[in-house]
């Protein structure tokens, strides 16, 4: 009996340790895609020019307005409207940056 009971809990912390490995990896993936978005137009701006800096910020922000919309369809309803707020607020950021572009690439 006192088998049957280590067995099972030995399958349940085996279970709970692949689950926290599991959210530990989506968290350095999130972690290193946050970081990926905010350093890569600074570093498009260093090496190239401006233009590439604003298309590269451009990239970023419809990379993120499209996985926080999949991210929203995936989740409960209060989560739900956060996130397609901030979808919003990166939509917004998305049309001043492209107005940006377009005033640049004029003059």
Known sequence: ???L?????????????LALRQE???AYKALFFTLAV???PFLALVVFNLE???VVLVAGLVLTIV???HAANQTGAIVRSRLRAAAAVNGLVLAMVIAILFL???A
């Open 24 to 26: 530990k990896r989506e």
């Open 38 to 40: 905010v350093i890569a």
């Open 67 to 69: 996985l926080t919309l």
């Open 52 to 54: 590439v800096a604003l």
């Open 1 to 3: 009996m006192t088998e």
């Open 104 to 106: 640049v690439l004029r």
């Open 5 to 17: 009971w280590r067995d099972r809990e030995t399958r349940e912390d085996a279970d709970r340790m």
